[in-house]
């Protein structure tokens, strides 16, 4: 069965760039547009997408406002791929926190972006870690908090998954079974109130507990 992938996007000409990538792929289909984010939640009703590739930046409801009403009124929702023109825009940050699960440069080779969809639907590994850590850098409190809350092992598979490693690489690091592994990183998800990895890393960041680096 292919995956289902809503584009929103304001210019027609990206949305047709777009759809001609995701569309060359036989496990890809585009099953419609929009051109701004006040459509989303009607199409995303009709059309049941698997992803949404969404536009950071539109004229009415922006990619921010959509992800978050999106991923806060509908049950079981799609997720969410932010499309931006600058990997450092804040407007990127702010849509990664309202729960986007990842971002992608429109400038991004094909098989990049096609790349990207499937990670996200994996569920396996952060898009883009260093660019996330260069926007956390503007944002980042004056004192680290501990999130005690977390075991010892927890906050080690944090500070990983906020490298950008993916479970089997975490795996890899810590010598533990790949199993174990997602068991540390769900329990992370649910102690952070994170949708998905993407998210809990941004909330490290915010917490203070990974410091950006470089």
């Not at 930046?57 to 991923?71: C, F, K, N, S, Y």
């Not at 260069?134 to 944090?158: I, N, S, W």
């Not at 997602?182 to 994170?194: D, E, F, I, P, R």
């Amino acid at each position: 069965m292919s995956v289902r992938v809503l584009l929103v996007d304001d210019e027609r000409l990206i949305r047709a760039g777009l759809r001609a990538i995701v569309d060359s792929e036989p496990d890809l289909t585009v099953v419609g547009e929009a051109s701004d984010g006040a459509e989303v939640p009607g199409l995303v009703g009709q059309l049941r997408p698997d992803v949404v590739l969404m536009d950071v930046r539109m004229p009415a409801v922006d990619g921010i406002r959509a992800t978050e009403h999106l991923l806060s009124t509908v049950e079981d929702p799609p997720k969410v791929i932010v499309v931006t023109t600058f990997e450092n825009d804040d407007y990127v940050y702010d849509a990664l926190l309202a729960g986007a699960s990842g971002f992608l440069l429109k400038r991004a080779r094909p098989e990049e972006i096609v790349a990207g969809i499937r990670t996200v639907l994996a569920g396996d590994s952060l898009l883009f870690p260093a660019a996330i850590r260069g926007m956390a850098a503007r944002r980042a409190p004056g004192a680290a908090a501990p999130l005690d809350f977390l075991t010892e092992r927890e906050r080690d598979v944090l500070r990983l998954m906020a490298a950008g490693l993916s479970n089997g690489e975490i795996a890899a690091e810590l010598f533990l079974g790949l199993q174990t592994v997602k068991t540390h990183v769900g329990n992370v998800l649910s102690k952070l109130g994170a949708r998905d990895r993407t998210q809990a890393v941004i909330r490290a960041y915010e917490s203070g507990f990974v410091r950006p680096t470089g």
